[in-house]
């Protein structure tokens, strides 16, 4: 059915309440004050690594419900104070409209009113169903009845991000366009059986367009010194030519699980091309240790909801086997071998990529380098953390 989007379709994300609380960055504080309890003569001399952690994750999706039209939604982020009533909208995007249970994204203003913009203009072809109220204004998105498949899916969403991208619509993110194709799921209460779980596949550079979850791998590569027993870390500095985070350090290896990857063939691939690292000793030692809800919103506000599968692998402590650069990947600038105190400093200083900074916190909490007695806000470090997911997984 072909939806008449009446007048407030360009005003429809001003003038929203959010349905979330918003929470504010966290200020430059007495240290012993950072989870907000009255501190004691020790923790004002330990740092947090909450600060850290609040400025990385710093989104907190709408948990619903969503499939109300008499609701709107807005993200909470800590990235900055931004007052209620200038907060933008978001429209859930679902993956059709005979089921509105869970949604695959969440669309901001400006990308839906090009949405807006090509269903009025393609009438019955519309590639999209736009869910309105009674007064005519959009509340949801959803692909068109006769998108039923994973390839009519993926088609119709290549055509249109190919036409964006011709007419130079949001060049800070399809100017990272490198023909990677990514998964997006469906929502398990709508899968039929165990091979439906792909709803369809997209470039990798538009994710953020639409809110969809992107899913990778981080690996912390490691080894105890005999002498000192200290844990020394294989730390990576990103490449200046890197077009986001140039320069900043990395964890030892990471990266995105394309279509069709599992988790494994991911972190094998990516040892071997960032890191020169044999593949059969990653795929004999490399040791899974969870998973990374990595919620986070760009400084110029683009959703970037990232799951990693997270990672460790010991190496040997002769320096056999060790990270070493590969000049055709060109992905690092040059490994460093750093002991946990050097990267506890840097971490701090916030001179890693959020992502992997993260990952490095994780390992961290995981193996007891950060404590209750080292850390004065671990509890909400690790709250922080694990934060719901409310995207479709695999």
């Not at 609040?54 to 990235?79: E, F, M, Q």
């Not at 799951?307 to 650069?325: F, K, M, N, Q, S």
């Not at 671990?378 to 479709?392: D, H, I, K, Q």
């Amino acid at each position: 059915m072909h939806l008449r989007l009446g007048k407030h379709v360009g005003t429809w994300a001003r003038g929203c309440k959010p349905t979330l609380l918003h929470v504010t960055k966290a200020k430059n504080r007495p240290l012993g004050s950072l989870t907000g309890t009255t501190a004691t003569a020790t923790s004002r001399h330990r740092r947090s690594v909450l600060p850290l952690v609040r400025s990385a994750i710093n989104l907190a999706l709408p948990a619903g419900p969503l499939n109300d039209p008499a609701l709107t939604h807005c993200a909470s982020c800590n990235a900055g104070q931004v007052p209620h009533e200038e907060e933008e909208q978001l429209l859930p995007m679902f993956l059709h409209s005979t089921s509105l249970s869970s949604p695959i994204g969440f669309v901001r203003p400006k990308v839906a009113q090009e949405i807006f913009k090509n269903h009025q203009e393609s009438g019955k072809k519309s590639i999209w169903n736009i869910l309105v109220r009674p007064d005519d204004s959009p509340w949801a998105i959803c692909f068109a009845g006769h998108l039923a498949d994973f390839e009519t899916r993926t088609h119709a969403i290549r055509v249109i991000l190919e036409r964006w991208k011709i007419e130079g619509l949001f060049p800070d993110i399809l100017k990272g366009w490198n023909n990677e194709t990514y998964p997006v799921y469906t929502p398990r209460r709508e899968r039929i059986d165990s091979t439906s779980s792909l709803a369809f596949g997209i470039e990798r550079a538009a994710l953020p367009l639409f809110g969809f979850a992107n899913f990778g791998c981080l690996l912390t590569a490691f080894y105890d010194c005999p002498v000192t027993r200290k844990t020394k870390l294989w730390i990576p500095r990103r490449s200046l030519s890197k077009s986001t985070w140039p320069g900043r350090y990395d964890c030892t290896v990471g990266g995105g699980m394309g279509l069709g990857e599992t988790p494994d063939e991911t972190i094998i691939r990516e040892c071997t091309e960032e890191a020169s690292l044999p593949s059969d000793f990653v795929k004999k030692h490399a040791r899974s240790t969870g998973m990374l809800n990595f919620m986070n919103r760009s400084p110029s506000k683009w959703i970037l909801p990232g799951i990693y599968y997270l990672y460790e692998l010991r190496l040997p402590d002769d320096g056999v086997i060790a990270p070493r650069t590969n000049a055709e990947d060109g992905e690092v600038d040059a490994f460093k071998l750093m002991d946990v105190e050097e990267v506890m400093q840097r971490l701090l200083q916030e001179q890693f990529k959020p992502s992997s900074a993260m990952a490095l916190v994780d390992f961290c909490v995981r193996r007891g380098i950060i404590t209750p007695e080292s850390d004065p806000g671990y509890l909400e470090v690790c709250m922080a953390m694990r934060r719901p997911v409310v995207l479709p997984v695999p």
